[in-house]
């Protein structure tokens, strides 16, 4: 394949600064999406109801997400990066709309599906094609661009959250991504231009059903475990044994596949293995904060919607930040010291949550987030970056998509294990209106989302000293 740009120089003003634009744009629905919904979450179980059910509204997107990554990772390998990206941006501007007329927060949850099913072309095709135009060194200034939507994003994301939950017009949350959605597609349609060699291709759909239903059993014991069964029961011996054993058999079919959804023998690199765990963990971190940390600002410290929403923003606030300084790093000291450095920060973010706690103080809860999002934010670049430096164009796809898979299945499972720790001790206690209840099952919450941090920061000492990578690499 061949992408026709002009390598003579980075920037928006340069030959490929409009394709850098619409993939900044494209990235911008993402964002202002994980961004805006955590602070509407109050105001929405207000009018939907099913207090209970929230935690799917995020897990299912993840889920659908996480899924679909690596089936576009294995077309844009084949037929191009343009196609894949548009069909994602179609299907999260199909999935908007209807989420904006749910009538209930079942059909909200089920709408969440396509709007998921969209983001998981989006996100991984847009870095993929940054990973086609730019070389190694020049993806380190890019990422400063690409970290300006995130660093954009999140004050626009969760103030608009904000505002439309005060005014009880939480449906044009989702609204909002029509015109983004429009104008991103027609900015690639015009802007983008590849040159593919058609190859046939096999696509696992078995390993896909086994991978999505496995996942979801799991990730359904988590969640209605203590709430709709017992832990000791039936149906959780169903969830967990019966999810655990179609895990397996996808394992299996993986290996047997012509073009498997997640390429074991990629994963026995061992940067590659290593940077796929920091992206998972990355992912379960990420959605720990940005998912309970309204809920936990509102129902402890009575905090509005819009002052939750942006203490919850200092997290994205101190991301792009890092990722805009850690550029360079990488290429001087390699990409298992920048990792490190990333993952002590944000360990040390975690054990601030849990020390907080029992103050719910918007302010002392976003020091500690941005603390958070700047360990995160150091460390989500050089763990893509590194993977991708690894391979040539024909497997950078499937990279980009397992990395881009195991941060949306982190972010699945984070919020299905933090959420059924955070049910189960409301459903102990007197429930979601009791601020003390609230502060006892957020401490948990995030004594969880501490032990994630710890668990990545292990994976991250486990990768290859030498790795320091060639500035000239494509």
């Known amino acids: 394949m061949t992408v026709s740009v002009d390598r003579a120089s980075v920037g928006l003003r340069s030959e490929r600064g409009p394709v850098l634009g619409a993939l900044m744009l494209a990235t911008g629905l993402i964002a202002i999406d994980t961004t805006i919904l955590a602070t509407a979450v109050p105001t929405i179980v207000r009018d939907l109801g099913d207090y209970q059910l929230f935690p799917w509204l995020f897990s299912v997107y993840l889920l659908a997400q996480a899924v679909s990554v690596p089936i576009y990772s294995r077309f844009a390998d084949t037929i191009g990066r343009k196609p894949i990206i548009l069909i994602g941006i179609g299907l999260f501007l199909v999935g908007s709309v209807l989420c904006g007329f749910a009538w209930s927060m079942l059909t909200l949850i089920l709408f969440r599906v396509v709007q998921g099913l969209g983001a998981g072309a989006v996100g991984p095709m847009a870095m993929t094609i940054v990973g086609d135009i730019y070389t190694v060194a020049e993806r380190a200034k890019v990422q400063g661009y690409m970290a300006s939507v995130w660093a954009i994003s999140s004050v626009v994301g969760p103030s608009l959250g904000g ?25 690639l349609i015009t802007r983008y231009h590849e040159q593919v060699e058609r190859k046939p291709h096999r696509i696992d759909y078995l390993g896909a059903v086994l991978l999505t239903l496995g996942l979801t059993g799991i990730i359904l014991g988590l969640l209605e475990g203590d709430s709709a069964w017992a832990w000791l029961s039936w149906q959780s011996a169903i969830c967990f044994g019966g999810g655990a054993l179609l895990l397996v058999a996808f394992a299996f079919v993986e290996k047997r596949a012509a073009e498997p959804i997640i390429d074991f023998a990629l994963i026995t690199r061992r940067l590659i293995l290593t940077c796929t765990a ?24 009575g905090a509005i919607p819009l002052i939750s929403g942006l203490a919850v923003a200092a997290l994205s606030m101190g991301w792009p930040l890092a990722a805009s300084l850690v550029g360079r790093l990488y290429l001087r000291i390699g990409f298992r010291r920048t990792v490190l450095i990333g993952m002590s920060i944000t360990t040390l973010g975690g054990a601030g949550l849990v020390l907080i706690a029992p103050w719910p103080n918007p302010l002392l809860f976003a020091a500690v987030a941005f603390v958070l999002g700047f360990g995160l934010g150091w460390t989500a670049a050089p763990t893509l970056i590194g993977a991708q430096a690894a391979v040539g164009w024909g497997e950078r796809g499937a990279v980009t998509g397992m990395n881009g898979f195991a941060r949306s299945a982190g972010s699945a499972v984070g919020v299905a294990v933090l959420g059924a720790i955070s049910n189960s001790l409301l459903d102990a206690g007197k429930g979601a209106g009791d601020p003390a209840t609230v502060v006892w099952a957020s401490t948990w919450v995030f004594v969880g989302a501490a032990v994630f941090a710890a668990l990545t920061l292990l994976a991250a000492v486990l990768m290859p000293r030498d790795d320091v990578p060639e500035p000239d690499a494509v």
């Open 163 to 187: 505002i439309f939950a005060q005014l009880d017009a939480w449906r044009w949350i989702f609204f909002v991504n029509v015109p983004l959605c429009l104008l991103a597609g027609w900015m």
């Open 278 to 301: 920091v992206a998972f963990g990355v992912g379960a971190l990420t959605i720990g904060v940005t998912s309970f940390g309204p809920a936990y600002l509102e129902g402890a410290g």
